[in-house]
């Protein structure tokens, strides 16, 4: 949201009505924020995301989700920007479920944090709100001196008047604030050239209750009267339980409730130890599932698709004309595994369901799914679904699923207890919503010059969007509608997906974007329905894409003889800030001199989430092992809030992409998980993390996303270091196993 805000804007950001200036938001399916039995209802309120309390305490309500991205300075420094005020002064409090909160995204447009939008979508919002509450205290304060607006400023936390030398705390304003009517247009913002904090590397509001151990987690809700759950799942995808007999369990103490529920059955007692040693003793039939579901099945499912029809993502020119008057084309099928989420915190979720209201508290990436979620299971109102978020211990994507939420609930339900549902490490792992399997088919057309003519890729894999489509649809649709037209409005888009009338673009994302001045592109996607759960996986498509694209662009610039940078820097020659990325990261990495004797370099560059990104990667390789030394990223997000969180999410970004592109993979066999554990699904250790170096842009442009944008081309840069280590391309993930079998 970029340049004058309108009159719908301003209802969102700043009206306020009556004594205690409660918040009513004029948007479809929106309601008041807060309501006059709110224990702050005395205090200035002038939106949905400032609270100033007489004794002058600043709240901040953070409407995205802390999960390690750093939202929680990011956006305080956005707020205490405008409302002049120290970030470190405001008390940040985590947003209740509520459509005021909903993400300004077009395509995530309910309260949820994901795709790398929080800044970007929260940059111009949040700062209108402070630049109302500063506003409106300052009008307070001119009426109260009798002074002219204009002649007022606010500093410190506090509004002067130079002129004869008064001030005023906030707080002190408070009661009088509440009282002004809110400005009808938006405040005009702060240009640039005055920000004292956007652009600071403020340290991290949140670090201090972590190191102190204060910070409240998901797993760490403590109610009265707590009982734990333990849900014992099905072994293989597609199984049914047939029966249980869990009379051993029964009587193991601390054990209150034992009982079929849609996920399993579910073991219930005074603490997790307890359920989880009787949940051991329960004996459950399972019907056998799906067993075609194999891994090596899938994979030649794959590749057969490649051969087929597929959806037009991006037809540049005309491909077989170009390929018809080539002197040479090459051609190179790429492949990605499953892969877990594998978050540090596992799955789980605390819910109370009685007396006709539900209460939950859960780790979650999105409160308006899970809202809209325990509305479906309770069939109770929206008003009568309290939520409370928590902090996440990771969420990569796997938070935007909402199933250990609604476990929770349908055992509190089931129960009357207040009920935490908790999943072990072997759970998370069986029963993820996986990023897909993928392949790649791609061909590019060489003419007798050694210019590149043409480049084709065809996708295979599975549809996140056809599979959650439905979900996500219903929380789309404001509340105002009946939950009838939800339902209907979703299936029919989730039908839609499902049947490939519209095409899934995210499953083409980082492909489609080509930036490579190449006059006859083409991009398919062609859509495989597997009854594997997928779901979004840190970085989504770009995740594998990036991999296919930069790793055989390499093999292209082999083919035609030239210096992968050099082909690249030609190629993004219409395309300046990937371009200027891809410099800045071959200047910084020294590309332009020989690296030491064993060490190779790999170069790669896209562009995901509205931010430009290339790396450099120095590997050794000796037989089968491979060692990532370092890697140097360029990166141009636009304006850059905080220049650390930027560099931390990138270094962040480069250690879970590179565990993932060497280690890790999800294998299916007879229709079950193959892993359980970290011991075969490693995460990057310690001693294999590279020396990161991270440059930064300077850039005046809007902010664009940067949690995810570090992922997708550690693995690509290594791959392409390999191959001129090797002089054989790394054409699967993960890298380590591909070498093995290649050699």
Known sequence: ?????????????????????????????????????????????????????????????????????????????????????????????????????????????????????????????????????????????????????????????????PPSGRSARYGALAADAAREPVPPRAPELKPASAFTWIGKSVPRLDAPSKLDGSA???????????????????PALGAKMKGFDAAGARREPGITDVLEVPTGVAVVGTSYWRARRAAALVKVEWTAGTTSLDSELLRRALRSRLARDAHKMRTDGDVAAAEHA?????????????????????????????????????????????????????????????????????????????????????????????????????????????????????????????????????????????????????????????????????????TAYAGNAVPDMSAVEGARELAYAIPNVSVEFAPVNVDVPV????????????????????????EAKRDPFELRRELLAGAPRQRAVLELAAEKSGWAHPPKSGIFRGIAQTTAFGTAISM???????????????????????????PDLVATQVEGGIGFGLGAALHQEITLRQGAVVQSNFHDFPSLRMVEMPAVEVHLVASDAHPSGIGEPGVPLVAPAVANAILRATGSPVRSMPLLGALKEAR
């Open 1 to 161: 949201m970029t340049g004058e805000l309108g009159r719908r804007d301003v209802l969102r950001y700043g009206l306020g009505a009556g004594g205690a200036l409660l918040v009513q938001i004029a948007l479809p399916g929106c309601r008041p924020a807060r309501s006059a039995a709110d224990p702050h209802a005395g205090d200035f309120v002038p939106n949905a995301w400032i609270r100033v309390a007489p004794d002058d305490r600043v709240a901040f309500v953070l409407d995205r989700v802390e999960m390690g991205q750093g939202t929680m300075t990011s956006h305080a420094q956005l707020v205490a920007e405008e409302l002049e005020i120290d970030p470190a002064r405001l008390v940040v409090e985590l947003a209740p479920a509520d459509r005021a909160y909903d993400n300004p995204d077009s395509q995530l447009g309910f309260q949820v944090t994901g795709g790398s939008t929080s800044v970007s979508t929260s940059y111009d919002p949040l700062r209108t709100a402070a630049a109302t509450a500063r506003e409106m205290l300052k009008a307070a304060a001119a009426r109260r001196w009798g002074v002219g607006l204009a002649s007022c400023v606010a500093a410190d936390g506090e509004i002067r008047h």
């Open 216 to 234: 409240v987690y998901g797993i760490d809700v403590r109610l009265p009267g707590l009982h734990t759950a333990v849900v014992l799942r099905a």
């Open 326 to 494: 080539s002197s040479q084309i090459i051609d190179a099928v790429y492949e990605t595994p499953y892969l877990a989420h594998a978050t540090l915190e596992p799955q789980n979720a605390t819910a109370i369901v009685r007396d006709g209201r539900c209460e939950v508290w859960a780790p979650t990436q999105s409160l308006g799914l899970a809202r809209e979620a325990l509305r479906r299971l309770t069939g109770y109102a929206y008003d009568d679904i309290v939520l409370h978020q928590t902090l996440l211990g990771g969420g990569y994507g796997r938070r935007l699923a909402q199933d250990y939420v609604v476990e929770a609930a349908t055992i509190a339900l089931r129960t009357r207890k207040p009920v935490k549902v908790v999943w072990s490490r072997e759970d998370d792992m069986a029963h993820d919503h996986y990023r897909p399997m993928s392949a790649h088919l791609l061909r590019a057309s060489f003419a007798r010059s050694g210019a590149v003519t043409s480049w084709t890729h065809r996708v295979a894999a599975q549809s996140i969007i056809a599979q959650i489509a439905e979900e996500w649809g219903q929380s789309l649709v404001p509340n105002r509608f009946p939950l009838s037209f939800k339902r209907a409005a979703a299936r029919a888009a989730a």
């Open 535 to 558: 779901g979004w996986w840190r970085s989504i498509g770009h995740s594998n894409n990036a991999f296919a694209v930069e790793a055989f662009f390499d093999e292209v610039a082999r």
């Open 616 to 642: 450099v990667a120095e590997v050794s390789v000796e037989g089968r092992h491979v060692r990532v030394h370092r890697v140097v990223a360029a990166v141009d997000c636009g304006r850059v809030v905080n």
